[in-house]
C-alpha cells in the first residue's frame, strides 16, 4: 500500500498546511469556479466547523468531486483519495455532487486497488469502509473483494445484503464466499449465511455444503 499512499499524499499534503493565511468560502468558491480543486480542498478546513453550512458543502463536494476526477480508477489510487475525503468530511456524503462520482469510481477504484497487486488486507479495509459510509453498494463491493482479494474477506460485505436480501444468494460469487469462508475462521459467518442461503445452495455438488449445513 505505500505506493498508494505516497500518490495520494501527493494531493493532501501541501497547502491545507501551509502557512497563517486562511481561506475564507469565497476563496474557495473562485478555487473551484477555476478548477483548482486541490487547492481549495486542502483549505476547507479554514472556514470553522460553525459556518460549514449548506455553501461550504456544494464547494467542498464540488473540490471533492473533482479531486476525484482527477486520479484513475485502475491504478487503485482513486480508492485512497476518496477513503482520506470520507473520514476527512462525512459530511459530503450527503451531497450528490460528491456521492455520485463517489459512487461510479469506487468499486473500480477497489478492483484496482487489488489489480495492482497492493497489500490486500489494506485493499479489504478500504473496501469495508467505503461500504460502511454507503451500504447500498455493499453488494457490488463484495463482488470486487470477492475476486480481488479472498473470497472469504468478502464474507461480512455479503452478510450485509443476504440479511436483507436473500435473492443476491444466487449470485456465484456469493456462493463461493460461504464455500471458502467454512474452511477459515470465518466459519461461523458462513455458517450463518449458509442457513440463510440454503435453498439456494443445497444441490451444489461441493461437499462442504452439507457439512457447513450440519447435515
Known amino acids: 500500500m505505500r505506493g498508494l499512499v505516497i500518490i495520494a499524499s501527493a494531493i493532501f499534503a501541501t497547502t491545507a498546511f501551509a502557512g497563517p493565511h486562511r481561506y475564507s468560502l469565497a476563496d474557495l468558491q473562485t478555487l473551484v469556479g477555476k478548477g483548482a480543486y486541490e487547492e481549495a480542498f486542502q483549505h476547507l478546513g479554514d472556514i470553522a466547523p460553525g459556518e460549514r453550512k449548506a455553501a461550504w458543502i456544494d464547494v467542498g463536494a464540488a473540490a471533492s468531486a473533482g479531486l476525484v476526477a482527477m486520479v484513475p480508477a485502475n491504478d487503485g489510487t482513486a480508492i485512497l483519495v476518496i477513503d482520506q475525503i470520507d473520514r476527512a468530511y462525512p459530511q459530503l456524503l450527503g451531497s450528490a455532487t460528491y456521492s455520485k462520482p463517489r459512487a461510479e469510481k469506487g468499486p473500480k477504484a477497489l478492483a484496482g486497488c487489488f ?75 458462513a455458517k450463518r449465511l449458509m442457513a440463510t442461503c440454503w435453498d439456494a445452495i443445497k444441490d451444489d455438488g461441493d461437499p462442504r455444503v452439507r457439512r457447513g449445513h450440519g447435515r
Request: aromatic content about 6%.
Open 115 to 189: 489489480a495492482r497487486g497492493y497489500d490486500a488486507d489494506e485493499c479489504v479495509a478500504l473496501a469495508e469502509r467505503f461500504v460502511a459510509a454507503t451500504p447500498a453498494l455493499a453488494f457490488e463491493v463484495a463482488k470486487v473483494v470477492r475476486r480481488g482479494g479472498s473470497s472469504a474477506s468478502a464474507l461480512p460485505m455479503f452478510e450485509r445484503v443476504l440479511g436483507k436480501d436473500k435473492s443476491a444468494c444466487k449470485d456465484e460469487d456469493a456462493k463461493l464466499a460461504i464455500l471458502a469462508g467454512l474452511d477459515l475462521s470465518e466459519a461461523a459467518s
